[in-house]
């Protein structure tokens, strides 16, 4: 059975950092691109940081692009996402998806459509 599940979330405090990681069952993550997401209450999903089967290519949305870093562990089957300075503007249920090649869409890749697996969610809440 083919199963994302995330974990790491919680609540900090504004400056803050948090790790989430992406683990993956049911098959092998090295043959696939994942993006993490995020969805805040009254907005759409949005892309927040992609990264390909080997992790030699990432990418990352602007508004995140100096304060997170993806980064992966093939042997574990897993994905993370580190977020450093966390302002309240971050606060979001965080998924991760699996995209369904080696590389994820050039300029697409923020954008929910094509992804064929995704988790529960974490959520992420920043507040003082």
């Known amino acids: 059975q083919l199963q994302f599940v995330e974990s790491g979330g919680g609540l900090v405090q504004p400056g803050g950092s948090l790790r989430l990681s992406c683990a993956a069952s049911?098959?092998?993550?090295?043959?696939?691109?994942v993006t993490w997401f995020r969805q805040a209450p009254g907005k759409e999903r949005e892309g927040v940081s992609t990264?390909?089967?080997?992790?030699?290519?990432?990418n990352a949305a602007n508004s995140v692009k100096d304060r997170f870093t993806i980064s992966r562990d093939n042997a574990k089957n897993t994905v993370y996402l580190h977020m450093n300075n966390l302002k309240p503007e971050d606060t979001a249920v965080y998924y991760c998806?699996?995209?369904?090649?080696?590389?994820?869409?050039?300029?697409?890749?923020?954008?929910?459509?094509?992804?064929?697996?995704w988790g529960q969610g974490t959520q992420v809440t920043v507040s003082s």
């Open positions: 990264i390909n089967w080997n992790g030699g290519l990432t």
């Open positions: 049911g098959f092998t993550l090295n043959n696939y691109a």
């Open positions: 998806a699996r995209y369904p090649h080696f590389e994820p869409p050039v300029r697409a890749w923020g954008t929910p459509t094509g992804y064929d697996s």
